[in-house]
């Protein structure tokens, strides 16, 4: 007999066992097995330990009661950590294309920067080139079509009663080096000529206001969009004629991916490709900065809506990628440079990204199998003074 005849066999016997006590029990006791069985089959529940503390700050107190997405998620943070997470939260914006647009996303975003001043939160404004006819055109941006928007847009901020304490740190074209924009024929030492323009008008309103750009660590042609083509090159055109002073820190971004399951290939798992500090660094010392920060993080699953595409990481898989993230940072620590990591952790796994880059949802905080893995980051960080930042939302 075969061994998959045998296994075939067996297996059917075990089931007419299992149904054959079902039915001597509900005889017995009324009641049946099958709910007993099906716990006992089902994945363990994993439990974070209520005296454990991510940090030896104390929580932020009241974020239960804000409207805002971001600081409401920071509170279920809060309550797996039991204690202060992160002083950072990253929230986003787009650009004006009118006066009326400018008024209108001034008078939004000063709500969004007084709540969380309210609760001594840092915003990290990321300014994405979109507008409500669609993604900004660079050529257009570095000819001054935008120019008196972006300074009406400031202005209007500053006449809500912003102070440039309120402002937080505002990072504008993000990760320009994706074929996410219109860059079409746009040029590296284009992005430095866009970033004088937009933080040039910010300053003229806001002196002294914090900036960063966010630069990805693997470039990639303008009309390619395939994860498994960037190439990791040198960020020092996109950054060398970026006025001296008007940012204070740089940022690299960098995630994990792996090819789809009906794909092959290695992926990238490992920060030293995917986030490579020599890149951050030498991008930083062109600024003349000290401080840089990643943008990063593990995704649980990907390809969520295409079961034939899926692929995952287990809990030990995204310890081991948050692994190596710490020791790029820990590398550029050592050599005196002052390091934040944002980590990226929503779940869009309902999105076209189709990825869940989540540690927990609201309804499993204590118990998702991925919650250990965010608390344990985070009290690593904490041990080894790395500021944790942090992107997530209600």
């Known amino acids: 007999m075969k061994k998959r005849d ?12 299992i149904f054959s006590v079902d039915v001597v029990a509900r005889a017995m006791t009324g009641e049946s097995l099958m709910p007993r069985i099906a716990a006992f089959t089902r994945a363990p529940q994993v439990t974070v330990d209520n005296s454990f503390r991510c940090s030896d700050n104390k929580p932020i107190a009241g974020l239960e009661q804000t409207r805002d997405p971001q600081l409401r998620k920071l509170a279920e943070y809060q309550q797996l950590c039991h204690s202060a997470v992160a002083s950072t939260v990253m929230i986003f914006t787009d650009m004006p294309n009118s006066e009326a647009t400018a008024q209108a996303a001034a008078t939004k975003m000063a709500a969004t920067l007084k ?5 001594h939160v840092t915003p990290l404004v990321i300014a994405e080139p979109v507008t409500t006819w669609g993604d900004i055109d660079f050529e257009e941006f570095t000819a001054g079509f935008y120019d008196k928007w972006i300074d009406a ?27 996410y924009w ?104 062109t600024l003349g900065v000290k401080k840089i920060w990643f943008n990063t993080g593990t995704f649980g699953l990907k390809y969520a809506d295409d079961v034939g595409k899926q692929v995952s990481l287990d809990p030990s898989r995204r310890t081991d990628v ?49 919650s250990p893995v965010f608390a344990n980051f985070a009290a690593r960080l904490h041990q080894e003074r790395i500021e944790l930042w942090l992107f997530d939302r209600l």
């Open 322 to 370: 948050l692994n190596s993230i710490l020791a790029q940072a820990q590398t550029l620590k050592k050599e005196g440079y002052q390091i934040s990591i944002n980590l990226f952790s929503q779940n869009k796994s309902q999105t076209a990204e189709a990825t869940d880059w989540s540690y927990f949802a609201t309804n499993t905080i204590n118990t998702s199998s991925n």
């Open 115 to 119: 709540e969380f001043n309210k609760y």
């Open 153 to 179: 847009y400031f202005k209007a901020l500053r006449a809500q009663g912003i102070t440039t304490q309120q402002m937080g740190i505002w990072v504008p074209f993000p990760e320009a080096n994706l074929p």
């Open 182 to 285: 219109n860059r079409n024929n746009a040029k590296p030492k284009d992005f430095a000529t866009m970033v004088n323009k937009y933080l040039g008008a910010a300053h003229k309103h806001f002196p002294g206001v914090q900036a960063s750009v966010m630069l990805n660590s693997a470039t990639y042609d303008a009309d390619d969009f395939d994860w498994a083509n960037g190439e990791y090159l040198s960020l020092i055109p996109y950054v060398k004629d970026i006025q001296k002073g008007l940012v204070q820190s740089f940022g690299l971004q960098g995630f994990p991916w792996l090819p789809n399951a009906r794909q092959s290939g290695p992926g990238i798992l490992d920060a030293g490709e995917f986030l490579n500090h020599k890149l951050a660094k030498e991008a930083a010392d």
């Open 6 to 17: 045998v296994f075939l066999y067996s297996l059917i016997m075990v089931v007419c066992s």
